[in-house]
């Protein structure tokens, strides 16, 4: 079974910024694909971001280019959601999930995801 641990979330104004960890702490397996997603209430899920583990591939979702930014730490299983210049629209839970294999989008459909933590960004 593929653990995945949050971290990170929290509340913050408009144009603030966050970080997010994610690691597999019990799951060393290196051919994997991490990424994010999140679903605001009354919302659908939409896939934020995932990482190829060990090589430099990233996805990002339209509406976060240019703010947020995905990345590892192989060594430590470990991605990271750094978001900058938050907005009220990015007010959701944020849940970190992961894929056997190469990374496909939308990472909403991975099979292995975390119990989420919550981002609000208040204006």
């Known amino acids: 079974q593929l653990q995945l641990v949050e971290s990170g979330g929290g509340s913050v104004q408009a144009g603030g910024s966050l970080r997010l960890s994610c690691s597999t702490p019990?799951?060393?397996?290196?051919?994997?694909?991490m990424g994010w997603f999140r679903q605001a209430p009354g919302k659908e899920r939409e896939g934020v971001a995932y990482t190829q583990l060990g090589l430099n591939i990233t996805h990002l979702a339209d509406s976060v280019k240019g703010r947020f930014t995905i990345s590892q730490d192989n060594a430590q299983n470990t991605v990271y959601l750094q978001m900058n210049s938050l907005t009220p629209e990015d007010t959701a839970m944020y849940y970190c999930?992961?894929?056997?294999?190469?990374?496909?989008?939308?990472?909403?459909?991975?099979?292995?995801r975390g119990r989420g933590t919550q981002v609000t960004v208040s204006s």
């Open positions: 999930a992961a894929v056997l294999g190469a990374c496909s989008w939308p990472p909403t459909n991975y099979p292995f």
């Open positions: 019990t799951f060393t397996y290196s051919q994997k694909c």
